[in-house]
């Protein structure tokens, strides 16, 4: 092996915090070093079109099933839309979100915006697969999601790969002890039901940062159990079950209500609302303040419905709203809220059958990205300076 393939292999297992050798030297009487492709190029790298489906190339484990792999952020995938009102196909969510994250690898992962990345400060990331969920019984998906979410929340941390890494987790459990954090791609919205309940045995109820066009708290009504629990009830389930802090609030709000009294409802089940249009009649600066003085100094769970996004930008969704933010716009918003004490993230409603040229899958991968950094930094990053001065700053 060249010595820039070495360095190359030696960065990526750096990133991963692997500590077996996924480099297959010999075999039998093989001998890979003195074969013709080793010789002359190396390693058998990916490319951004190329490879095994893992978000952003991270190491690839199937985590339920085997705990040889540590780590301290994982990537989980639950693909599961049976309890959505209007389209479903949020199912193939992770796989579209990995895909349009094949970009995406960890020599390639700083941006002006963040100046830093994902890879910077320290964390063992790790795709965990995806969870085989009943596609016919919500119930039992439901307990395969929180029985899964379990699993891995109660993993011991790999406790970094550098220095850089900060234990963050453990000033808010329960138990005292740092626990992973996993970034899930779902699924339809009711997927946070199940993580809400696992989150709530190790930190005790939980403030949600919830980005969304629907307030998701409608009352949950039907005649049977499964009929009750659905992409736009399941908050209030989670509140009758007291696994969410009254200090909650959303994002992005727009979609068409009964009435104010939906509000109303909202406000009980312990939300405060910023609409969509507020973005433009107060400013960015002043929704990431607000966002940031509800949830305070409280463990805080983010959940990022892709329909925030107008549909313009991100079509593939299952319920659509038009007249939402841009893409940069949440992106920003997302920046300005590091440094929260967030115990989990999740992006959800991502279903690529209504996508077109993979827009909808590579802007969700680019905003899990922007998580992966927000989870790990103390502070929003400073803007870019350029050409400007302090003195230039609109706000
Ligand atoms: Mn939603």
């Known amino acids: 092996m060249s010595r820039s393939a070495l360095a190359a292999l030696s960065a990526a297992l750096l990133v991963a915090g692997h500590a077996q050798d996924p480099f297959v030297v010999t075999h039998g009487n093989i001998d890979v070093t003195q074969e013709p492709w080793t010789t002359k190029y190396g390693a058998q790298t990916d490319l951004g079109y190329t490879g095994p489906l893992s978000f952003s190339h991270f190491p690839y484990a199937k985590c339920l099933e085997d705990a040889s792999t540590p780590f301290d952020i994982a990537i989980l995938g639950f693909p599961f839309d049976t309890t959505t009102s209007y389209r479903p196909g949020a199912r193939f969510g992770p796989f579209a979100i990995r895909s349009g994250s094949r970009r995406q690898h960890h020599n390639r992962g700083y941006s002006l915006a963040w100046d830093s990345s994902p890879y910077a400060h320290g964390s063992a990331l790790l795709d965990c697969g995806d969870v085989p969920l009943s596609g016919y019984d919500n119930a039992k998906a439901i307990d395969q999601m929180e029985a899964a979410y379990d699993t891995l929340l109660q993993r011991p941390v790999f406790g970094g790969v550098s220095e850089q890494y900060k234990s963050t987790t453990a000033a808010f459990s329960l138990d005292g002890k740092e626990h992973p954090r996993i970034v899930t791609l779902g699924g339809d919205h009711t997927i946070v039901l199940p993580i809400l309940r696992s989150l709530n045995k190790v930190y005790g109820p939980v403030s949600v940062i919830h980005f969304d066009a629907h307030l998701d708290t409608w009352p949950a009504r039907g005649?049977?159990?499964?009929?009750?629990?659905?992409?736009?009830?399941?908050?209030?389930?989670?509140?009758?079950?007291?696994?969410?802090?009254?200090?909650?609030?959303?994002?992005?709000?727009?979609?068409?209500?009964?009435?104010?009294?939906?509000?109303?409802?909202?406000?009980?089940?312990?939300?405060?609302?910023?609409?969509?249009?507020?973005?433009?009649?107060?400013?960015?600066?002043?929704?990431?303040?607000?966002?940031?003085?509800?949830?305070?100094?409280?463990?805080?769970?983010?959940?990022?419905?892709?329909?925030?996004?107008?549909?313009?930008?991100?079509?593939?969704?299952?319920?659509?709203?038009?007249?939402?933010?841009?893409?940069?716009?949440?992106?920003?918003?997302?920046?300005?809220?590091?440094?929260?004490?967030?115990?989990?993230?999740?992006?959800?409603?991502?279903?690529?059958?209504?996508?077109?040229?993979?827009?909808?899958?590579?802007?969700?991968?680019?905003?899990?990205?922007?998580?992966?950094?927000?989870?790990?930094?103390?502070?929003?990053?400073?803007?870019?300076?350029?050409?400007?001065?302090?003195?230039?700053?609109?706000?």
């Open 223 to 395: 005649s049977t159990d499964q009929e009750r629990i659905t992409h736009g009830s399941f908050f209030d389930v989670a509140h009758d079950e007291n696994l969410m802090r009254n200090t909650s609030i959303h994002g992005g709000i727009r979609c068409k209500m009964t009435d104010f009294v939906d509000m109303e409802h909202d406000e009980f089940v312990g939300f405060q609302v910023i609409s969509t249009d507020d973005l433009d009649d107060y400013g960015i600066v002043n929704v990431i303040k607000r966002l940031r003085e509800r949830v305070g100094d409280s463990p805080v769970y983010i959940t990022l419905d892709i329909d925030v996004v107008d549909p313009a930008l991100a079509p593939a969704t299952g319920t659509p709203e038009t007249g939402g933010w841009t893409t940069r716009e949440v992106k920003r918003i997302i920046r300005g809220l590091s440094g929260l004490n967030f115990v989990g993230a999740d992006i959800v409603e991502v279903a690529p059958a209504y996508d077109n040229a993979d827009i909808t899958g590579i802007a969700a991968a680019d905003i899990v990205h922007d998580f992966l950094v927000m989870m790990q930094i103390e502070a929003p990053p400073k803007p870019h300076v350029g050409p400007f001065t302090k003195d230039d700053l609109i706000f």
